[in-house]
């Protein structure tokens, strides 16, 4: 069986999670806890140097970093696909998918603002404040992208890469008070895909880690 080291609340596992159930693949979690710190012990280390989650494990077979690991269970179990054939269509989703993992998120995940906090010593206040900024900046940006193209999903009415990675960010930014009411689609977008079971059971509250 597929096993997926991840905490309930790391908005890379929760994307894995939602990959996971939409391709309906069976796994078992290995719960990290983050807030105790127990990615930098050795046993964890060894298996991901770089000290994050998530990590997916298939038989011999290790992979970190959430989008390969999308990736990887797209080729392996393609059906339902989470990227379109055409090329135009599949760098549009995939550059979406990149706005959310490796710029918007990897500014606010929790060891940048454990260090925000620890080491150079800001205080909450001014800590949400960076939060909020980068919110905004990112969100205004993909709701431009999908406003005239969603349908019930961000890129037409077919689920993919960019939904999985959408719902987590948007999840954040609801936990941190952001007012997302002003970006209607992705809005829309995030509502209907929480009635849909994979994006449901794959949330942080459905996880047998939470409450922590």
């Keep these: 069986m597929i096993k997926l080291y991840t905490y309930c609340r790391s908005s890379s596992s929760y994307r894995v999670r939602i990959g996971l159930n939409l391709k309906g693949l069976a796994f078992e979690s290995i719960y990290i806890n983050l807030l105790k710190q127990e990615q930098r012990g050795d046993a964890y280390t060894a298996i991901n140097p770089q000290q994050l989650v998530p990590v997916l494990v298939d038989g011999d077979k290790t992979i970190h970093?959430?989008?390969?690991?999308?990736?990887?269970?797209?080729?392996?179990?393609?059906?339902?696909?989470?990227?379109?054939?055409?090329?135009?269509?599949?760098a549009l989703i995939k550059a979406f998918s990149l706005d959310i993992s490796s710029d918007l998120h990897p500014l606010n995940n929790l060891r940048v603002q454990q260090y925000l906090s620890n080491v150079i010593g800001i205080d909450d206040g001014k800590k949400n404040d960076w939060y909020q900024h980068w919110l905004k900046i990112g969100l205004t940006s993909l709701e431009v992208q999908i406003k005239n193209r969603a349908g019930d999903f961000c890129f037409g009415d077919t689920v993919s890469l960019a939904d999985v990675c959408l719902i987590p960010q948007i999840y954040n930014a609801l936990r941190y008070k952001?007012?997302?009411?002003?970006?209607?689609?992705?809005?829309?977008?995030?509502?209907?895909?929480l009635s849909i079971p994979a994006f449901f059971k794959a949330s942080p509250e459905q996880q047998k880690d939470f409450p922590f």
């Design 65 to 90: 970093q959430s989008l390969a690991i999308l990736i990887y269970l797209d080729q392996t179990h393609p059906e339902p696909s989470l990227l379109p054939k055409a090329p135009y269509e599949q």
């Design 178 to 193: 952001h007012p997302i009411e002003q970006y209607t689609t992705l809005t829309r977008v995030y509502n209907h895909c």
